[in-house]
């Protein structure tokens, strides 16, 4: 394997990695060397996951929390730091989904959106960039998706969050790149999670997600991984601020 994307010896933090997408990102980053702490607010699934990795010879924990609590947030980048010292790559992956028209939206739930999908990145990159910031060096990667630059009726408050946290990796990149913390974001197109499961379920909507994209088809879990090991690797060591889409040619078709 290449030096360049080999991250033995680095600790890594996956938000919102007991399944699906993160629990693929934390597969890759594992299986190239990382220590992988994995997060998750369902202490059940994030236990059979991260043994799932364990199992397969990884270093692999656990760190159950729930990323829009605060102090929990806080509490947890701070165990991190006693247990390991230090924090080299942040996967800002957890997030949630709510669709519905408009008019029966209500303040409370896209101001929840909002916290599980934009906040909850901010705190939780603000707390590993003091660790980042003391070591010299850091990864931050932000999970964004293509609905940051194509956006869907009914998502509101998903298309909202997700614009933002493209700017918001852009802002931290400025601040944090001179410092040597780099942070990029990964924008992923349709991909078969259990999020999307009332799409994946919808014939007529897959159907056009198959027709839409170049590809033909939705994007497999494990396919978000390689980005994730590019951007926290040496690879990427000159990209900072740059949002990497993968979504199988969606947004690059008309």
């Known amino acids: 394997m290449s030096s360049l994307f080999w991250l033995e010896g680095r600790i890594a933090l996956v938000t919102g990695a007991s399944r699906g997408l993160g629990f693929a990102i ?7 060397g990382a220590h992988v702490v994995l997060n998750s607010r369902n202490d059940h699934l994030l236990r059979e996951a991260t043994e799932k990795l364990t199992g397969m010879g ?5 760190l159950p929390f729930d990323v829009t609590d605060a102090d929990a947030a806080v509490d947890a980048i701070e165990r991190i730091r006693e247990v390991h010292g230090r924090l080299d790559i942040l996967v800002n992956n957890a997030g949630i989904q709510l669709r519905k028209p408009l008019l029966e939206w209500t303040d409370a739930e896209f101001e929840k959106v ?11 990159a603000r707390e590993a960039a003091r660790l980042m ?3 010299g060096s850091g990864r931050i990667i932000n999970v964004g998706s293509v609905t940051g630059f194509l956006a869907r009726g009914s998502i509101h408050a998903y298309v909202a969050a997700k614009t933002g946290l493209h700017g918001l990796t852009r802002s931290l990149a400025a601040e944090l790149g ?5 942070v990029n974001g990964i924008a992923p197109g349709f991909f078969a999670t259990d999020m999307n499961k009332a799409l994946l379920e919808n014939a007529e909507f897959t159907d056009w997600v198959q027709k839409r994209t170049p590809l033909g088809r939705w994007g497999a879990n494990h396919e978000l991984g390689g980005a994730a090991v590019y951007l926290a690797s040496d690879a990427a060591s000159y990209v900072n601020g740059h949002i990497l889409v993968v979504d199988g040619g969606l947004g690059a078709t008309m």
């Open 133 to 135: 910031l003391e070591q």
């Open 58 to 62: 990884y270093h692999a924990e656990a």
């Open 178 to 182: 001179p410092e040597g913390v780099l």
């Open 26 to 32: 934390a597969e890759a980053l594992a299986a190239h």
């Open 114 to 124: 909002l916290s599980a999908n934009l906040v909850a990145c901010f705190r939780l």
